[in-house]
């Protein structure tokens, strides 16, 4: 029986929800928490994927709410809209993740040892929401490495070398041990200017050490865990330690479609029509509907099918102040025919020249459009 709580967000979007499906079924015996921040700016599709996830997973998802906004009858979105005076939010200035998806998930989570499950995938780049709140701690399921980038530097940090090899010494012997501490030798610089260079060297390290074997890797790791005031460190034993899997883009579809839970369908591709040539777009994730991370073809699939949310995302611009959710464009110029047909002649062009290198992780990254983008909203 786990002394932890294990909670695990509900974006709306499939990773997310396909991270469910997958753990209730890899770990019946787990108590999970679910839990969604509505920002009251979704699609209807988010909403009925959650319903549907509920049905599978057999328990609600909890809405998370604040009562003192709850009490104005306005949507989260719009009350903290009001206290900014207008003041959109943009990747700069992400007060809305902070604000709507952060602060209640933290609140709700409150002092308890905690592991939060998060949906990024084996074939992404990104890095995942990581808790400032030390009684959190994140863990990814999807990928090779369950562990998150706090966790790995330390056990890169020249200081631990010796505690790791000592850990990793119980499963290994003579040359391939040998072959570990060169690893851990090789050295890195935490020096905040040399963040990149320490990333890049940390991701070698991490490649080679999954080479040697996932499970010895993550064993070596929690024993690690066991020494500091990680929340894992409170537990004799967890599951996934044992967890190798790798799970990509194509496998999340699968999960969704065999679980009867079903793809978002905004996913769904949709033609569109530019000067006698047929495209095709579709939205790439969840979250708010007027989102500033989406991309320009994906603002005119709102705008000719779902032609009333692109009406509403427009009441927020201030044209005047140059608050636009498009740096430099607002979303009248964007809808100016002749910019329409630009728009989607790029995407055309973009979309034919992936097409033509058949790079499943080019095109990927073009459907998908998920790296850099928010982690508390799109997963
Ligand atoms: S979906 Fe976009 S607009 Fe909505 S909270 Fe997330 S980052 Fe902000």
Redesign the pocket.
Known sequence: MSKLEHVLGISGGKDSAALAIYLKDKYPSFNFTYYFTD?G?ELDETYQLIDNLESYLGIEVNRLTDEKIESTNEDPFDFHFKSFRGYL?SPQA?W??AL??LKPFEKFVGDKPTVSYVGIRGDEQREGYISRASNIQSIFPFRKNIWSQDVLKQIFNPENQEQLLTYYSQYFRGVKLDKIETVFSKPISFNRNYRLEADRIIKEKLDALLEFGVIEFNKSIFQYLKTTEYPLSIEDDYPLLENEDNLVRADIFKILEDSGVGIPAYYNKVKYEVDGQVGEYARSRS??Y????QQKIEWIWLYEQHPEKFKEAMKYENEKELFTWIPNESLKELIHPDRVREIKLNHLKRSNKHKSTDSKLLLDKLIDAEDGA?T??FI
């Open positions: 920002t700016k939010p992400r809305c993740t709507m998806k979250g708010c007027f989102c500033f991370f928010c508390a909203c």
